[in-house]
């Protein structure tokens, strides 16, 4: 997989450096970018009806992704929110997790402390890594547990606001993006 990104990473940087090459007698003088950035808006000006089609497919394209990786990364939480119980837990312990960067670098990670917390449901112990983790690890601390009665090891800490991040914005934002592309597609404008 890191290969792939290298690979893609690579091509990038030969297309931009192609596109520099290319372009870089056209715009020696800041006349020629004013002419370049004239020419360009008066195609837009042209071809009008041909640009707001392809913004709208843009912006339903973009608001379906986002839609569905909103509802991938909060089904469960959406889930305990809407059908789960609450219970009173401890934080337990904490578990070390390293998130890698996305340069793919050993150095450039991240280290947090996953909460470990553990609650009583139905006369039996549950204990679940929490997904949220933090830099200050304190035990024994009573926190506010939110699961599913079926299947108590899907649980989280109850955080009213941290419950719906970051999945709904996510899920928002794509649900308006969909909604004013498809108006503008409908209103045919």
Do not use: C
């Amino acid at each position: 997989m890191i290969t792939w990104i290298a690979l893609v990473k690579i091509g990038i940087l030969a297309g931009l450096v192609i596109l520099y090459l290319r372009w870089r007698k056209r715009f020696s003088s800041s006349e020629q970018v004013v002419e370049g950035i004239n020419g360009i808006a008066g195609w837009a000006q042209n071809n009008k009806e041909k640009l707001l089609r392809y913004t709208r497919v843009a912006e339903v394209v973009v608001g379906v992704f986002l839609v569905g990786f909103g509802y991938f990364i909060g089904k469960d939480h959406l889930h305990l929110i809407r059908d789960g119980a609450r219970a009173e837990g401890t934080i337990v312990g904490y578990k070390q997790e390293y998130f890698r960067a996305s340069s793919g670098r050993p150095s450039g990670g991240l280290t947090a402390s996953m909460p470990i917390v553990k609650f009583q449901t139905g006369g039996q112990d549950v204990e679940f890594k929490d997904w949220m983790g933090t830099n200050a690890a304190v035990l024994n601390v009573r926190v506010k547990v939110l699961y599913d009665p079926e299947k108590p090891s899907l649980a989280m800490i109850d955080r009213p606001v941290w419950n719906w991040i970051p999945w709904a914005p996510t899920l928002g934002v794509g649900l308006f993006l969909v909604l004013v592309g498809a108006r503008g597609w409908a209103a045919g404008k």
